[in-house]
Structures are given as structure tokens and as C-alpha cells.
């Protein structure tokens, strides 16, 4: 018997009818044979609420009591969707995270799962029960009710399908797939079939942002196969594998093209040259809690050297006042800045054994007049920033030079 | 060190200005000295709500899924409070029932408490914490989270009392004690400094609704000192003490007046006697939810037999066509009714061991013109039905025969 671990998001179960339509859903895919959990997020807007209210008691609630008051979010919604299956004849259960131990550390807000017994789940589904689970949370050994942060939904889901060693898990989302580039920006973009856990991660991090990074490296870990659909359209979804041994020789070049709007740079220049220069520049901006992404340092003349580097756009003002301070304090020659600029990049475990990916897009970027200020490369990644007016243009031209409309 | 459970209901945890009054007052408390465990209630409407998602879910919801749903409202209120009195300066911890191991039978949604765990209670309260638990709600052997029905909050936190061997429970409500009678009727009604559990009961039952009698016979049980005390206004409010053996003698005559108005009463004239005919009339009452109170019946001429009984008045139909059926199929004379009746009661153990209480209450109505229709008594009260037109009269008249408006 097939079993899978299904796992609907907040939006998917945000009011009465939704969860009437995902109880229909369900018990269409038990009649089909197969064993399922479900695992449920709050109803959307539910979480917010109970911020409000914790907000309006306190400025700093501690995270304990903040765990205790957002897992009856999804402790609403597993209760109502079992009724939901129950009235459709399916003698579903529900369970907390706790009931069914998914046993996390103590790191309230932000815990990460420990183990879980899929025992309790699997004697349900024996039975022929739907099991509902309450994602997002868990207990830690002092049976205190953690939460697991964003994304934490996915995690449970991920985490009961490994335990209860599951044959798939499905992720509904709002998309229906994991796409070659996002649509709205080329309207050939084809949805992939299947994607690997690493370039999936690359693709995550870069700004496609349908899965938590943290759910897909845990799928990665215990190789459980995780499938992203659409939980409004029918359709395959994309499946995210795990690349086995040698299979990359097969792989193609590139399985698409992620960016990332609203970056901006900034560059130090005339650092007198010394080590310990990127950790006295990156310093600061890390204490200010500003995220660095791409960093290049350059030698420059007589034993100078400049500093470049990318943020958000929203800390490019802060970022801006902490440089103008290190030039004083670091004697360097000044500052520049460039606010309007984006970061494209093309992900693919294939350009690890083909040597000229990265010069391809350089060649297409170039014979569009696109100009190229800052790179960076990874494994199975190359990224490069350019001037935002140039961001469509590009991610259109390398889509189709990598012909990625077609399979 | 003195150790105090205190528990607060919907309407005093209703909003966050009620939680941080509760808080200001939990704080002043432990800063005098004493130990607190808190028992809190759902925020009032809550329930409602809640209920109101599962009923437009389904017309019949299961009652274990609804108590992981209900359960949740006194779960937000524990995270709130604890919040409010951390932000006072207090390490507050809350705890769901399972955390706390209140550990009982599996009848979902009317619960009995079996044990409490009290030791990881009184180990917070060793270190100075005070102590918030969710009221309500418990968990069976298998980890199903259960609720104790109606009023079980109060139970909870007499439960916790006799587990922790607390010095006093202290139930929050929203009057500021127990009065010798509704004070609304008669201006001079007395607030009692203590009642015993039996008059309590008696008082209870009969529709002085302050406890439930469920916590009232569960602080009887462990001799837990329950006391009544006001939300809203400060003061000592009524102690309900037990009774030692002997100690009766002492007890004033009577400590209370009863009344319960919209009462109806019907009575089938004329049946042919024979064993079994309550049942035979009074069966198909039952079986139709009705509950029936007061039970007369009386034999007339000629192996011919007389039972009256009376009910909520909003049965008084339903319950009339039931018996219009049964004279036909007993073969009894006809059916008579009044549905302006209310009953009056007078409460107190010591009128165990003095004769001619019950004599004085007729008499006291005798005078004033105030027939009695029927007359019920038992240990430690005597109930008549009378007209509801004189029932006011009645009340009054009985409070000053019986001198209640002094100590």
C-alpha cells in the first residue's frame, strides 16, 4: 500500500470551505488506496492574531509562552479538519505535535525535531485512518510545546514522512511546480518535472521561494522523495529527487534560472591591505544584522584594495553610513554605491561536469549588451550582478540560450 | 508558606486589560507571600467561536476532535497570562492539562479527573514561579486530550488543590460570595461568611448557580477549603467549610433560601394502580430529555392513583402531549396542568436535628395567605411548590421569619 504525507499551508485551509475542499481532495485519495497523513498549518490569519494579542500584553514574550499560544493555531485546524473527514465516513484522528512525539530541542520559536514515532501514526493508519497532524510543532524532553519557526509546517511534514518511511510527500502550495524561471518575467518558462534536492536549494535561496531551505535539506538527509503542487490546480507538481552517484553525467546543463530584485552594492576602495580586512569591513554590517550576499575583493595598486559587496536594498542607507565611517577609522580612499541592481543566476548540477557553462552565459549576457559587474560561481551555480533595468532582457535571453523551454 | 489555588473564569480573563488585572492582582498576592497556582478559563467568546467553526464544519462533530479544539481557548489564555506576569516580573510557567498529567477517563467532552500530577506544580512553585494552568481540560491514558464539561474549570482547580494539598481554592466569579438568598428579591439577603459543601449543594441545585456542583462535591471529596470570592470587587466572600462529625448541632437552622422560578407542573389524574406506574409515566418524560424535579403521587378512591410532578417550564407542552398520549394507553381519567408555578427552598444542616423547621415554614406561608401546592423535603432542606404570582412574598417572609439578615 502506497502511504504519503501530505502537508497544506494556511491559505489551503484559511476558512471552513477550504477545509472542506482539502477534506474532499483526501478522501478521493484514500478511496484510490492510499495510506495518508496530513499535516496542517494554522488557518491563514489565525497566527497573526494570536500575535496581536501577545503583542498587546507585552513587548518581549517569551518565546516559551509564544510556543504555548501559536501551536493552537494548528491545533484548530487538525481538530477541524478531522470533523471535515469524519463527516465524509474516513474515522479520522488528530494529533499535536507532542501526541505523536515529535521531539525537538529546546529552542523555543525555532526548535529543530529531534525524532518522532511514526508507531502511534502508523497503528491509525492501519486502521484505515486519515491521520491529521498539527505541523509546526513539537515537545522538547521537558515536554514543553516548541514551535519550529518558518516553514515549519514542511519540516513536520518531511520529518513524519521519513519516520513513518513514506513513499512520497506532498507539499501544497500556490504554485503549481518548481518552474525553469519565475513566469511572470518569461512567459515560455516550463514547469520541470523533476529537480534535484541541491539545485532545488540553490534555487530557494536565490529567491524562488516555494519550500523552506530547512524542509529540503531535511528531505535530502533521509532521502524522502517531496513533491511541490498546487493545492487550487490538479497536476504533477515537481518532484525533488536526490542525485545518486554519478547519475550528474545525465543531468541537463541547467534546470533554471533564478534572480533576485532589489539588491543593491556597495564598495570600499583604498583599503590599506592587511588580513583581517574582510572580517573589519563585514564586521559592522553582520552586527547591524544586515545580510551580505555576494562578496569580491579586488588587490588594487600599492598595496591597496577595494571591498565590494551586495545587500538588500532596503540596508543600502545604513549599510552606506557604516562604510563612511570605516574609511575614517580604516584610512581608506571612499565609498561608492549602486542601489539599482539585481542578481541573476543559473542553477544546474550538469555544469559541474560541463566546462563552459558559466563562459555561455557570460557570451549571451555579452552579445545583449548587458554588462556584467560583479560574479560569483558555486558548484552548481553561477551568479552574476547587473545593472536591474537589464534583469528581464537577461533572464529571458539565458532562458532561451539554455533553451530551457523545452524538456 | 502559604499555597492558594485561584481560579478565574471567561469573563475575568475576557480581554487583555482583564488578563493584566489579573495579573496586578496574582503579583500583589505572591509579593504578600503566598504561593499561587492559577487556573484559567477560556477568554470569554472564545468557546463560541470555536464551537461556531466546528458546527459549520459539521452538524455533529465528534467529541474527541472537538475537545482538541476547544481545548485550545483555555491553552491561549495560559500563554497570555504567564506573559502579563513575566512582564511583572514574575518566571510564570503555563501548562496545558496533559502537561501537568491531569489524567482522566476517556468520556470526551465530560471528563472526569481520575489524578493530577502535582509534583512538577509544586517544584515551579518551589523556585517562585507562579504556576498557570489551563482549566478544563485533561488527557485520557491513551494522551487524548479530553475536557471536563460544563463548569470544569472550577474543577481543575479544586483537582489541583487536593493534588498540590493547597491551603485554599479560591473560585473568582461574578458575584462576591453566597447569599442567604438572591439578594435582587430580598434587599436584606446576607452575604455568608461560610456554608457547609451540603447546604452549598442544596443552595446550588436549586438554582443559585455560583459553583458547579461537580467542584463543589470534588472539594468535598478531598476536603478542599473552596472559597467564593468577586472578580471585580475586593473582600472575603463565602468559605464553603465541611462538616465534622457532631459539629451540626451547632449550625444555624437554616443558612439559605432557594427559589426557582419558571417551574410547571402536571398531573395525570385517575390511573389504575398497579407497580410500576411512575416509571411507566415518568419514562417517556425522560426519554424525551425533560428533566423532572419535584415527584408527588398520591393514592385516590377506588385503586385509582394521583402522580404530579413538575418541569421546566419550556417543557410544559411536549410534556403535556406525552401525557395526553398516556392517559389513553393507561387508561387513566385526564390531565391537569399549571405552568405559573416556582419553587421556594430552605437550606441547613441544622435543620437535621431540629424538629419543626419545616413547621415554621408552613406556618410562616399559612400566615401570609401563601398556599402550597407541594411539598418536597430531604435531610437538609424542604422545597414547596407555590403560586409564582406570590413567590417574592414567600422569599422575603421566610427570610425575616427565619432572621437571616443577622449573623
Do not use: W
Not at 520529518?159 to 501544497?172: F, H, N, P, S
Not at 515537481?238 to 550528474?248: D, H, N, P, R
Amino acid at each position: 500500500m502506497t502511504l504519503i504525507v501530505e502537508k497544506f499551508g494556511g491559505t489551503s485551509v484559511g476558512s471552513v470551505e477550504r477545509i472542506n475542499a482539502v477534506a474532499d481532495h483526501l478522501i478521493k485519495k484514500h478511496q484510490s488506496g492510499e495510506q495518508l497523513v496530513v499535516v496542517v498549518s494554522a488557518m491563514s490569519g489565525e497566527t497573526n492574531r494570536l500575535v496581536g494579542l501577545a503583542s498587546d500584553i507585552s513587548d518581549e514574550p517569551s518565546p516559551r509562552e509564544m510556543d504555548v499560544l501559536l501551536s493552537t493555531g494548528e491545533q484548530v485546524t487538525i481538530a477541524l479538519l478531522s470533523m471535515a473527514l469524519q463527516k465524509r465516513g474516513n474515522d479520522a484522528r488528530s494529533y499535536t505535535g507532542g501526541q505523536v512525539s515529535i521531539n525537538t530541542d529546546n529552542v523555543h520559536s525555532r526548535a529543530r525535531i529531534l525524532n518522532i514515532d511514526g508507531a502511534r501514526i502508523k497503528s491509525d493508519l492501519d486502521k484505515g485512518r486519515i491521520v491529521v497532524v498539527a505541523g509546526f510543532q513539537g515537545v522538547d524532553f521537558g515536554g514543553n510545546i516548541t514551535t519550529l519557526g518558518r516553514g515549519g509546517s514542511d519540516t513536520t511534514a518531511v520529518a513524519i514522512a521519513a519516520a513513518t518511511e513514506a513513499d512520497e510527500c506532498r507539499i501544497y502550495t500556490d504554485v503549481d511546480g518548481i518552474y525553469t524561471t519565475d513566469p511572470r518575467v518569461v512567459p515560455n518558462a516550463r514547469r520541470l518535472a523533476s529537480i534535484t534536492a541541491e539545485e532545488m536549494l540553490e534555487l530557494a535561496s536565490l529567491g524562488a521561494k516555494v519550500l523552506q531551505t530547512r524542509s529540503v535539506e531535511f528531505a535530502g538527509k533521509y532521502k524522502v522523495p517531496l513533491r511541490v503542487l498546487s493545492s487550487f490546480i490538479e497536476g504533477p507538481g515537481t518532484l525533488i529527487t536526490y542525485e545518486e552517484e554519478g547519475s550528474s553525467m545525465e543531468a541537463p546543463l541547467i534546470s533554471g534560472i533564478a534572480f533576485q530584485r532589489d539588491e543593491a552594492k556597495l564598495t570600499i576602495r583604498g583599503i590599506p591591505d592587511h588580513p583581517g580586512i574582510a572580517h573589519q569591513v563585514l564586521g559592522p554590517i553582520s552586527d547591524a544584522h544586515i545580510n551580505v550576499d555576494v562578496i569580491i575583493q579586488n588587490a588594487s595598486a600599492k598595496g591597496l584594495t577595494d571591498l565590494t559587496f551586495t545587500v538588500p536594498r532596503a540596508d543600502y542607507k545604513p549599510c552606506m553610513e557604516i562604510l563612511n565611517q570605516l574609511v575614517l577609522t580604516l584610512g581608506a580612499r571612499d565609498v561608492r554605491g549602486d542601489d539599482q541592481i539585481a542578481k541573476v543566476s543559473i542553477v544546474g548540477v550538469g555544469m559541474r561536469s560541463h566546462i563552459g557553462v558559466a563562459n555561455k552565459m557570460f557570451k549571451t549576457l555579452a552579445d545583449n549588451n548587458i554588462n556584467i559587474q560583479m560574479i560569483s560561481t558555486s558548484e552548481i551555480k553561477v551568479s552574476v550582478i547587473i545593472d536591474e533595468e537589464h534583469l528581464e532582457k537577461a533572464v529571458q535571453t539565458l532562458h532561451d540560450a539554455f533553451e530551457l523551454e523545452s524538456a
